[in-house]
């Protein structure tokens, strides 16, 4: 039976586009022997720092972090000498962050740090995402970042030591704006891919030379497989973005407002949708299409189904009575929802007289 749980589902066909609400947290498992005893340590800024816990190597990736201003930064330390990265893993997974980076990972320890994101995601309606070096995992909470020979002063970064860059510019990145086309002004070279728009295509995270500054190319995930329920648009990291801000807030209300608290009528039901509703509208101009009906309500088929499961015969009811025929423990609601997205393509037709 497990935990009560909300499960929200957005299909691809309701959604074309997203932006973030907020400023996330960025979560760092880091290698050290300094002689310090702690496990974890959570920064606001970098004032908050001790220099001395940390190596020159590890210091520099957190404060490469902060330069993309996210809110806050969880460091999960771990021994040079551990043989992976499970004891950091489980610290993580009761926590609140949003991307995950590994600076310095090794290729062969990123599979097991993308298998445990998958799960958090998948099974355990985590919203957290990872950056990821060269990983290629063909998923929407991953994102792979490929670019090596990242130079920056004196030290030249590889792709993994890169990452907690990365991953502090996607949780630091305001409502106004995607990663597209971001700019990293400290770095003065890179290893330009010379084949962009195909990286792009394979769902590769890459850095590009304009000429003048070094930006991120465009801002996608490294999903590359897509269905009738994960479009084309569940490649856009602010895609991901938005249907995480949104299941995470809607989750939190029913958790805390009506989880174990109301009984499972209609009338309480209708509560719920009607405080869901209230809060989508309050997305409308910001985060949600103010021309879409982004409304959630019940759903009749799977209510209907739950009671056929059961071995009650609903060919006699009309919507309206599966609607109001609440079922055991379960709430089965759906929706859709347009969201907005950043400009990011120019098309235009010029006709000359």
């Known amino acids: 039976m ?50 001395t816990d940390w190596s020159a190597t ?22 040079t000498a551990a043989a992976d990265y499970k004891e950091a893993l489980v610290r993580l997974g009761g926590k609140r962050w949003d991307y995950l980076a590994v600076p310095g990972i090794g290729a062969a320890d990123v599979p097991d740090i993308a298998t445990q994101l998958k799960t958090w995601r998948d099974v355990n ?37 890169y990452t907690a860059r990365i991953a502090g510019i996607l949780a630091g990145i305001p409502l106004t704006r995607s990663a597209t086309f971001y700019e990293l002004p400290e770095v003065e070279a890179i290893a330009e891919s010379e084949t962009p728009d195909a990286d792009i295509d394979a ?31 569940f490649k856009k990291i602010k895609i991901i973005e938005g249907h ?29 949708i009607t405080a869901i509703n209230a809060y989508l509208r309050g997305l409308q101009g910001e985060v949600l299409d103010p021309s879409a009906n982004n409304a959630m309500g019940v759903d009749i088929e799977a209510q209907r189904q739950a009671w056929e499961s059961v071995g009650t015969d609903t060919s006699g009811w009309d919507d309206q009575k599966v609607k109001t025929s609440s079922f055991q423990d379960d709430v089965f609601l759906a929706g859709g929802l347009k969201f907005l997205d950043a400009v990011e393509d120019l098309k235009m037709a010029v006709h000359v007289h």
């Open 125 to 161: 309606k985590k919203k957290f995402k990872a950056v990821l070096p060269n990983s290629a995992p063909d998923y929407e909470g991953i994102i792979d970042f490929t670019t090596e020979d990242i130079v920056v002063g004196a030290k030249t970064y590889s792709a993994s030591e």
């Open 203 to 233: 769902g590769k995270l890459i850095l590009i030379n304009d000429g003048e500054k070094i930006k991120i190319a465009r801002g996608v995930n490294s999903l590359t497989t897509t269905t009738p329920t994960k479009g084309p648009d």
């Open 58 to 79: 590890n210091l520099d990736y957190i404060k490469k972090a902060f330069l993309g201003i996210p809110s806050k930064i969880i460091v999960e330390r771990l021994p």
């Open 244 to 272: 995480d801000l949104v299941k995470e807030d809607i989750t939190r209300t029913f958790n805390e407002e009506y989880a174990g608290k109301v009984n499972n009528s209609y009338d309480n039901q209708v509560l719920l």
């Open 2 to 51: 497990g935990l009560p749980e909300i499960s929200i589902v957005f299909s691809s066909l309701s959604v074309s586009a997203v932006q973030r609400s907020q400023r996330g947290i960025v979560a760092l498992i880091l290698k050290d022997d300094t002689g310090k005893s702690f496990t974890t340590k959570e920064y606001r800024s970098i004032t908050d720092i001790d220099a």
